[in-house]
């Protein structure tokens, strides 16, 4: 099975440090969790195509929101100026990382705010990007030939992806990379303590999603596979069906069905896993 690289693709939900974001066909957006900084006031939110939440293993979150005129919207902590993403314009996706939000250009180029003490905002050289992701501390560029860049936090190895060929997909998590093979296989790079690069065994692999310390699969059939830590719960995907994509925050993993509706399990103490009776945008990733 070869799957082809997605340009631009856009996330309707999206799991953070402690809180949820999903995103509904009306263009509205949904919050549930943690709000102590206000990262889920988005009830006001109006046009939305897709959304990111900013993920931490030490705390603080925001959200941010890509509306279909290509301007982005956030709102949340934003003590390194991580929200101040109103003047971007042609915006194609957007990501979010620890205190930082990444978006890409519809014409492949980059742009990032925020903290930027390891060079992880450092993407405005790159160029033919059709992807992008967001790890704590290190950002990642997936090039239309199927080779992957990064900048950032590089202590454990993950930014050496200059071997990776045929990828169409990125997750960054907390000091971790992983990439999906043209031929449903997964590779990964950085710190592997709580097994979260024993990916070498996974097949039929469509879509891939990077939490801090997990990594999370989606495999054709819409059942979903992960590995890494599991203190919270956040691994016990498997009874997971019929699941059309998926999120990984810090310590909890969320999925889309194909109805709509979304299925959540791992840390819930700020209550990011009560999505019950949510309602969100249906993407195939066929």
Do not use: F
Not at 44 to 58: E, K, L, P, S
Not at 180 to 200: H, R
Not at 265 to 271: A, C, D, L, S, V
């Amino acid at each position: 099975m070869a799957l082809e690289i997605k340009r631009w693709p856009k996330k309707t939900i999206a799991a953070g440090y402690r809180h949820t974001v999903g995103l509904q066909s009306t263009g509205r957006v949904l919050a549930v969790g943690d709000n102590k900084y206000g990262q889920c006031d988005v009830s006001d939110w109006r046009d939305i195509v897709a959304v990111a939440a900013g993920n931490a293993h030490t705390g603080s979150s925001h959200t941010v929101g890509l509306q279909s005129d290509g301007k982005a919207l956030a709102i949340g902590w934003n003590k390194y100026n991580q929200c101040e993403v109103n003047d971007w314009r042609d915006i194609a996706t957007i990501t979010a990382g620890w205190r930082r939000t990444v978006g890409l250009k519809a014409d492949g180029t980059a742009v990032a705010v925020g903290r930027n003490n390891e060079c992880q905002c450092n993407v405005s050289s790159w160029r033919d990007i059709v992807s992008i992701s967001a790890g704590d501390w290190h950002t990642l560029g997936l090039q239309s030939d199927g080779t992957v860049v990064a900048t950032g936090n590089n202590r454990y190895g993950q930014c050496k992806m200059n071997d990776w060929r045929d990828i169409v997909e990125t997750g960054a998590g907390y000091l971790h990379s992983v990439g999906l093979e043209s031929d449903g296989t997964v590779v990964a790079a950085g710190l592997n303590k709580d097994g979260q690069c024993d990916v070498e065994s996974w097949r039929g692999i469509v879509e891939i999603a990077a939490g801090s310390n997990h990594t999370v699969g989606l495999q054709a059939d819409g059942s979903v596979v992960a590995t890494g830590r599991n203190t919270e719960g956040q691994c016990e995907v498997g009874g997971w069906s019929d699941i059309i994509t998926l999120a990984a925050g810090c310590a909890h993993t969320i999925g889309l069905r194909a109805d709509g509706t979304i299925v959540a399990t791992g840390r819930n103490e700020e209550g990011q896993c009560e999505v019950n009776g949510w309602n969100c945008i249906q993407l195939s990733n066929r």
